[in-house]
T-cell receptor
Framework: SQTIHQWPATLVQPVGSPLSLECTVEGTSNPNLYWYRQAAGRGLQLLFYSVGIGQISSEVPQNLSASRPQDRQFILSSKKLLLSDSGFYLC??????????FGPGTRLTVL | GIQVEQSPPDLILQEGANSTLRCNFSDSVNNLQWFHQNPWGQLINLFYIPSGTKQNGRLSATTVATERYSLLYISSSQTTDSGVYFCAGGNAGGTSYGKLTFGQGTILTVHP
């Protein structure tokens, strides 16, 4: 069966520091991958999606970037964190653009 | 883009009560999911329901695609049903790539 992992689970970083969050999927091939952010405990906002290795699409302009170096690996990065980057980051996967399945998330606090 | 409106924003129930949560979409979707977010933040898939009716135990969902809404029914609610319920919709084909737009959620609290 398929599983999705995210790490770290929690992260506290100072303003201006770099960021790297990792998401990996097991048990499937060529998944579509998505990064979402949840702020203030309510709705999720799509940040990036990827339909293949090296293919990244951004949904909103921001201080973050994404990369997909391997088929089942999706990385969210920043060179310099802002206070407004705090939030709960969730990675998701799907096949054939259908049902999405989410990872456990990373809770990021920028101080 | 698609707008998703969920109602009610908050719901307080006594254990054993039934409830209905609603999700309205501003445009047609052929990708529609309901989730329950647990206290640790994990999104649990409840239903993938672009159209029709599905049931899973005490939960059921109905989507009327032509009228752009979906309903989630919770019967005989339990304290463990507490949490945030999200609906999300999008389009599976073309250049939409299955992207989901989420509603703002319904916070459900079930008291014993």
């Amino acid at each position: 069966s398929q599983t999705i992992h995210q790490w770290p689970a929690t992260l506290v970083q100072p303003v201006g520091s770099p960021l790297s969050l990792e998401c990996t999927v097991e048990g499937t091939s060529n998944p579509n991958l998505y990064w979402y952010r949840q702020a203030a405990g309510r709705g999720l906002q799509l940040l990036f999606y990827s339909v293949g290795i090296g293919q990244i699409s951004s949904e909103v302009p921001q201080n973050l970037s994404a990369s997909r170096p391997q088929d089942r690996q999706f990385i969210l990065s920043s060179k310099k964190l802002l206070l407004s980057d705090s939030g709960f980051y969730l990675c998701a996967w799907s096949l054939q653009y259908n049902e999405q399945f989410f990872g456990p998330g990373t809770r990021l606090t920028v101080l | 883009g698609i707008q998703v409106e969920q109602s009610p924003p908050d719901l307080i129930l006594q254990e054993g009560a039934n409830s209905t949560l609603r999700c309205n979409f501003s445009d047609s979707v052929n990708n529609l999911q309901w989730f329950h977010q647990n206290p640790w933040g994990q999104l649990i898939n409840l239903f993938y329901i672009p159209s029709g009716t599905k049931q899973n135990g005490r939960l059921s969902a109905t989507t009327v695609a032509t009228e752009r809404y979906s309903l989630l029914y919770i019967s005989s609610s339990q304290t463990t049903d507490s949490g945030v319920y999200f609906c999300a919709g999008g389009n599976a084909g073309g250049t939409s790539y299955g992207k989901l737009t989420f509603g703002q959620g319904t916070i459900l609290t079930v008291h014993p």
